[in-house]
């Protein structure tokens, strides 16, 4: 059926006696079945399935499964100290420690969270520019070494006035990620090698690369010392904390924010970024707009690259000033990945999703110290929300939200038609 | 057309026709840019002195006499002998011919051979051959499986990420069963059931929900890695000794080939996981290219609509394949925890499952190239360790980076051609 047919179909039932009545429907339909309305429910099911994990694993409560037929409450008493536990000092790591005794203390949690969220927006955002040119970029840990290295031998080898020196190494960072996933660009663009298997490969090429240069002395290894770790980073490459010396905020916060400005204007306001999406939605298309599809392909790994250089650089800048060894990366390279699915490749989202992975990171260690439970839940939790985002009909079928596409009574047969 | 076949030689016209070769001058290209790069390192760092290459060990029932060779002697040999493989390269592209592939697997053992005499030049460590070789192929085991395993999800249509995470779940699940039972051959039974979990998980989002397949990999390897690691610290290290100290399977001598010397004691007092291994590569390559499972696997991986119209069930073959090759990878992760040392460790597998997708790669998605691929790179990290011995002036960096680099470089298409099945990571919608 054509779309004039269809068109000719809709007008009947915004003029039919109920036309008010559908409205509220509709506007109630589009809430539950959004993305939105998807990506919490991958949350909450997340975490039913952590709360699942912590109360099996954990100690009292299979002591009190072991009596379950004598006094069953018991169990349910033990589940709920348990997960209830587990969760409250997740929260109190995270965003408010109720127990500290001054506000300073009390607003601390949320301040780290924001720490350690400011690698993960700056990598989700690389990311996330990728997926918009339907590119996946999984070259996030080998371009944060590579950042680091970059970065880290400026920060700590040179002698800079200050705010000078950290801009320049913080440029330099930006350059070592950008041209190390530019080497993947120019592979795909040139000879068609696939992005994901080269920026895989490129992990590991950089990791061992940086584990040369920590091994060897006169490289990157400190001056006298045996150790893989570099020397400290000179005070004036140092990014200035936010909040004082009390708080761990620095300002890569910041930055990170500008960065989220920055690739909203990109995506949306700039020419480069409207080929960027024309490629990743069609490139076929977009190469008889005119696009030159080649050149945008390495110009999104170069972008992507240097916005998760900016959070290498950040690592050995801002979190880790004392020198850095081969785990600098801590992880974010695959995280962000995590972060741009589940905020949905847009900068706003992938700023939200950001936070809120860094208040699981921050939260994640004060639950291990407090109730025992292994921050390894963490990951498990971050997996399970991206696998339940990315299969939206499967967190629909267990909230039974309405299937998209499925709309109720005489609208239905209209929606398909115009689908078809 | 119609011309060609009435000619009087027409079958052999039709039979040239049905050999037609896309000659790749890639090839030679490769190997002549090894050779050229082999020249200047020996022809820069020249080392003088004897290399010693140690063919026995003790024990063996025929003793061979150590070798000690001019390491530099060695060297230039080896490049004379690689310039020569280079002109027959060029000779079998000229002749518009596939180059053979004896030609870069005798250019690759001819080039380790002067790579060696060259580095252990003028040391007093001697290279024990046997072990050399004995620690490639046990280091290869599980990069074959996952080779194997990833060979058949491609073929199939199911690009395979995560076999990292079905090595580790398949290493988890060994550590736990084989603990529990004492017992090898059950935990190597529950390896297979951990990786064939994983992989229908991965069928379950790639296949039903289609789900973006490289995406779902990643997510499973950090899934894995996080709950792997979560019930470690949780559950096994409380339990130790009941949850997490396997019996290992012991090394069985084959009788009559274990007499082989230098061969018999490297690949034939092993484990019965890496006879398996011997086996599971010619059986993997039969069941794709000579049953009608296969041949429904490959059309499914290649061309899921056509498939589809003459009645194949494309999603039902995409799930078994996805089974089977769960099965493989969970045999190699078995490897990790009741042959290579008898307790599960954190993340121990360490990346191999990638390692692995790149044999899968450099190995043309064929699952014998991709198995000697998977030991050349076994090999390379074998390699490693030797050369820190007799005091090499590589680092080790450098012997661990090379499986990537050469991966990366295949996929560029400088090492031959590599093209990935047809319908390799493309969910099918059935219209």
Same mark, same amino acid.
């Given at each position: 059926? +054509? ?29 539950? +079945? ?25 100690? #009292?409560?299979? &002591? ?28 109190? #790591? ?6 500290? &005794? ?8 949320? &301040? ?160 480069? #970024? ?44 801002? &979190? ?101 | ?71 530099? %002697? ?38 380790? @051979? ?48 995560? @076999? ?25 039974? %529950? ?62 001598? @084959? ?85 290579? @040392? ?27 190239? %991709? ?7 076994? %090999? ?52």
């Amino acid at each position: 059926m +054509s779309a004039a047919q269809a068109a000719a179909e809709r007008p009947q039932q915004h003029h039919g006696p109920e036309a008010g009545d559908d409205r509220w429907r509709e506007a109630l339909r589009r809430i539950v +079945s959004g993305s939105w309305a998807v990506s919490l429910g991958a949350v909450v099911l997340a975490i039913l399935v952590g709360s699942i994990m912590i109360a099996a694993t954990d100690q #009292g409560v299979r &002591t009190a499964i072991g009596y379950f037929g004598a006094r069953p409450q018991d169990t349910f008493s033990a589940i709920g100290t348990a997960v209830g536990g587990a969760y409250s000092s997740l929260f109190r #790591g995270a965003v408010w420690d109720f127990h500290a &005794t001054s506000f300073g203390n009390a607003i601390r949690p949320l &301040t780290d969270s924001l720490t350690q969220a400011t690698p993960l927006i700056t990598a989700g955002l690389g990311v996330a520019v990728g997926f918009r040119a339907g590119q996946f970029n999984i070259g996030g840990r080998g371009q944060m070494l590579m950042a680091a290295v970059a970065g880290g031998w400026i920060g700590f080898g040179l002698n800079l006035p200050p705010v000078i020196h950290m801009l320049v190494a913080i440029a330099a960072g930006i350059i070592g990620g950008a041209i190390w996933a530019g080497v993947a660009g120019v592979l795909k663009a040139t000879t068609g090698a696939h992005e994901v298997i080269v920026t895989i490969m490129l992990n590991y090429v950089a990791f061992y690369i940086l584990g040369y240069l920590l091994a060897t002395p006169g490289l990157l290894q400190a001056p006298g010392s045996s150790n893989p770790k570099t020397a400290p980073m000179k005070p004036n490459a140092i990014m200035p904390l936010l909040l004082g010396p009390k708080f761990a905020l620095h300002w890569g916060f910041i930055f990170a924010l500008l960065a989220v400005a920055f690739t909203w204007w990109l995506l949306e306001r700039s020419r480069l #970024g409207f080929e960027f999406r024309a490629v990743g939605e069609n490139p076929a298309a977009a190469r008889v707009a005119g696009i030159d599809v080649k050149r945008t392909t390495v110009a999104v790994m170069l972008v992507g690259g240097a916005l998760v250089g900016l959070a290498g650089v950040t690592q050995v800048l801002g &979190t880790t000033t004392t020198g850095f060894g081969d785990g600098i990366d801590a992880g974010v390279g695959f995280d962000a990945i995590t972060v741009a699915l589940l905020g949905r490749s847009t900068p706003l989202g992938v700023l939200g999703a950001a936070i809120l992975f860094g208040a699981f990171r921050a939260g994640g260690a004060t639950m291990q110290a407090a109730v025992g439970v292994p921050i390894e839940i963490v990951q498990v939790v971050q997996a399970l929300i991206v696998l339940f985002i990315a299969a939206p009909p499967l967190v629909r079928a267990v909230f039974r939200l309405p299937q998209p596409g499925s709309r109720p009574r005489r609208a239905a047969a209209t929606a398909a038609e115009v689908a078809a | 057309m119609s011309a060609v076949t009435a000619t009087p030689d027409s079958t052999s016209v039709s039979a040239d026709l049905r050999h037609v070769v896309v000659v790749s001058r890639k090839t030679p290209i490769a190997l002549a840019i090894i050779t050229a790069l082999a020249t200047l390192l020996y022809g820069l760092g020249s080392r003088p002195g004897y290399t010693h290459f140690r063919f026995s060990e003790y024990g063996d029932p025929v003793q061979l006499p150590t070798l000690s060779v001019n390491g530099m %002697a060695t060297a230039w040999l080896s490049l004379v002998v690689l310039a020569v493989l280079v002109v027959a390269a060029v000779g079998f592209v000229a002749r518009q011919r596939k180059a053979p592939v004896w030609v870069p697997l005798v250019f690759a053992l001819v080039a380790i @051979i002067g790579f060696l005499g060259w580095a252990g030049a003028g040391s007093t460590a001697e290279y024990p051959v046997v072990s050399l070789v004995r620690g490639s192929v046990v280091l290869a085991v599980p990069l074959v499986f996952g080779a194997l395993g990833g060979v058949i999800g491609e073929r199939a249509g199911v690009v395979n990420i995560a @076999i990292e995470s079905q090595l580790l779940f398949g290493a988890f699940g060994a550590a736990i069963v084989g603990s529990l039972t004492h017992n090898p051959y059950v935990g190597t039974l %529950a390896a297979i059931v951990a990786g064939v979990l994983v992989a229908l998980v991965l069928g379950v989002f790639a296949i039903t929900y289609r789900v973006d397949q490289i995406i779902v990999g990643v997510v499973l390897n950090v899934l894995v890695y996080g709950l792997t690691d979560f019930l470690y610290s949780q559950v096994l290290v409380p339990n130790g000794t009941r949850l997490n100290t396997t019996v290992r399977f012991e090394g069985v001598a @084959i009788p009559g080939l274990s007499r082989i010397p230098v061969l018999g004691p490297a690949l034939f007092r092993q484990s019965i996981l890496v006879y398996a291994m011997y086996l599971a590569v010619p059986m993997v390559w039969f069941a794709l290219y000579r049953t009608r499972w296969g041949l429904r696997l490959r059309a499914v991986g290649e061309h899921p609509q056509a498939a589809d119209t003459v009645g194949i069930k494309v999603a039902r073959v995409r799930y078994r394949a996805l089974a089977v090759a769960g099965a493989v990878v969970g045999l190699g992760g078995a490897f990790y925890t009741v042959v290579s @040392i008898s307790s599960f460790g954190r993340e121990m597998t360490a990346g191999a499952g990638y390692i692995a997708l790149a044999a899968v790669i450099f190995g043309k998605w064929d699952p014998v190239r %991709a198995a000697l691929a998977a030991l050349l790179f076994g %090999a390379a990290t074998n390699l490693q360790g030797t050369l820190s011995v007799v005091g090499a002036p590589v680092p080790s960096q450098f012997m661990l980076m090379l499986p990537y680099v050469v991966t990366i470089l295949a996929v560029a298409g400088f090492v031959g051609r590599s093209r990935a099945p047809a319908a390799d990571g493309t969910p099918y919608i059935k219209e």
